[in-house]
């Protein structure tokens, strides 16, 4: 009965040194990407706090005045002429004017989470972007800001690039280790004739000159089996030489 496919990959990973390498350096890759990634949110969320809120709360400022000029209602042309300049949406809300840039996008959460319990807030998610990105003008209208998520959506191509090259590097960082540990495969073919008593063909080394470990040990390997070479030449000529002396007697 053939076992289940993850035993044989197991098996397999458990056998080929090629395969563990290539695991520490996946490991040691996810690791330092991990690593990299939360030291840099962490980095973010403080610099925000310190530095971009503030600019952020003036932005936004600017933004609404020119939708809603002082003491006036909110104009929804003004409105129209902002998103098209920027990547952004605009709700507004009172008595005189309703009026959404994007009614098909859906609310953030910020915003649905104000009618339940905050939860599921992600590394960067601030507690209070009301006030950030909501003003209210002096008649009563609410004029809420936010990202057009569409803008982020027209590249999907992006992150299937990114993920094919990480592929293909991935790719290249094994068949480089496969290459590096080539050698493995000569000295297991070389042993497996000294073995056999074939000592006429040598483990090939790479550049001789200036080898690596694994050009030195097959190096060392050639000369042990060198000088098995030898010693069963001497052993082999002791017994000639026995067996001749042996049979010179019964010949006189």
Request: net charge positive; proline share 7%; aromatic share 8%.
């Amino acid at each position: 009965m053939k076992s289940p496919w993850y035993r044989r990959a197991l098996h397999a990973l458990r056998c080929s040194l090629k395969l563990r390498l290539m695991l520490v350096f996946l490991l040691l890759a996810m690791g330092v990407a991990f690593t990299f990634i939360s030291g840099a949110q962490k980095a973010f969320s403080v610099g925000w706090r310190e530095a971009a809120r503030p600019l952020l709360v003036d932005y936004v400022d600017r933004l609404a005045a020119d939708v809603a000029p002082a003491d006036g209602l909110p104009q929804i042309d003004r409105a129209q002429a902002v998103i098209g300049r920027l990547p952004i949406t605009i709700d507004i809300a009172g008595p005189t004017v309703n009026w959404r840039s994007h009614p098909e996008q859906t609310e953030p959460y910020w915003r649905k989470d104000r009618r339940s319990d905050r939860e599921g807030r992600d590394w960067g998610d601030e507690p209070d972007w009301e006030p950030l990105l909501v003003r209210q003008t002096a008649d009563g209208h609410r004029i809420t800001f936010g990202m057009d998520e569409a803008t982020f959506k027209k590249r999907p191509k992006v992150i299937g690039y990114t993920l094919t090259a990480l592929l293909v590097l991935t790719l290249l960082a094994f068949l480089y280790v496969r290459r590096l540990l080539r050698p493995l495969d000569d000295i297991r073919q070389g042993a497996l004739r000294f073995g056999s008593g074939e000592f006429g063909v040598p483990i090939p080394v790479n550049h001789p000159q200036r080898p690596d470990e694994l050009g030195e040990l097959a190096a060392t390997i050639n000369t042990m089996g060198h000088d098995i070479h030898q010693m069963l030449e001497a052993q082999r000529a002791l017994l000639l030489a026995i067996s001749h002396e042996l049979r010179s007697p019964l010949t006189r």
